[in-house]
């Protein structure tokens, strides 16, 4: 490990607690916007990623940018990519915080439970390079947590001997959560599905979707379609260091997918190699 002196400013940052804060203020946010007539208003605008941006993916992105806007006051150097405002220069480019605020903004404007703030910093430009990830479930109010080779944590408790893999008698995966759940993406994968998996479910956060790999609460999870870092940088690592397996099969290196705002590939996470592959070939 490198000499403390040696190590970017923002990487000694406390994470955290800035987390937890900006957690506190998208609370207020969605406090003041309880329902879905109130959530469903939009600003006009389209967001750095694509999407038509709701007045509270903005008000949420706001509270989240007030704690980068702090660390970075109190010395630490940084670039933010975000769902919303896209790349921010925060003084270096050596270390990348990824966020999205509200991963799920379906569902929030829809007044369903499942949402999340989703937060990554990485020392370097690909999945492989997260050193810290942060999930939000505002739904259930669990909070996420890993840090690179120090396993993974759920409400501050160290995730350690989750469960096994569960297969059913003739072989197929027990459960397994999908995303970019549109019909024409489900079509082409319904055969694959089939053949490997018993049971599905579409939670609508892919966050939240790959978090319950870490402590095995389902046994695969994948996207039917291409997923932006923003959506999926900080469960990644935190199904990783709760002993998943994790691949994005557009790439050769399975971790080779870039901490930007494109959408690039899919991603796959499973509780073995088996089925790792297993699922990998249903999107391949």
């Not at 994790?246 to 499973?270: I, N, Y």
């Amino acid at each position: 490990m490198p000499p403390m002196s040696s190590v970017p400013s923002a990487l000694q940052a406390d994470w955290l607690t800035a987390c937890r804060a900006a957690v506190a203020g998208m609370r207020t946010v969605l406090h003041e916007h309880p329902t879905s007539r109130e959530r469903i208003v939009e600003t006009g605008d389209r967001g750095e990623g694509g999407d038509r941006t709701l007045v509270i993916d903005q008000q949420a992105e706001d509270a989240v940018f007030a704690q980068l806007d702090a660390l970075h006051d109190a010395g630490a150097r940084f670039q933010a990519i975000s769902e919303e405002r896209g790349v921010i220069d925060y003084g270096a480019e050596d270390v990348r915080v990824v966020i999205d605020p509200l991963d799920g903004s379906l569902n929030a404007k829809r007044g369903m439970r499942s949402y999340s703030l989703s937060i990554a910093v990485a020392d370097g430009p690909t999945m492989a390079d997260v050193v810290f990830g942060y999930v939000y479930d505002f739904g259930v109010g669990e909070e996420w947590t890993a840090r690179r080779g120090e396993g993974a944590y759920l409400d501050g408790h160290q995730l350690v001997h989750p469960p096994p893999e569960r297969r059913m008698d003739d072989g197929r995966l027990e459960l397994v959560t999908i995303e970019s759940s549109d019909p024409q993406y489900m079509g082409p994968a319904m055969e694959g599905l089939a053949r490997h998996v018993h049971r599905v479910r579409a939670i609508g956060s892919i966050a939240i979707s790959m978090c319950q790999l870490a402590p095995a609460r389902v046994d695969g999870m994948l996207t039917l379609w291409r997923t932006r870092a923003v959506d999926i940088a900080a469960a990644q690592l935190i199904a990783r260091e709760g002993g998943a397996h994790v691949a994005f099969p557009a790439f050769d290196e399975p971790l080779g997918a870039p901490l930007d705002l494109e959408p690039h590939s899919p991603v796959v996470g499973a509780r073995s190699a088996e089925g790792l592959a297993q699922l990998v070939s249903i999107v391949s």
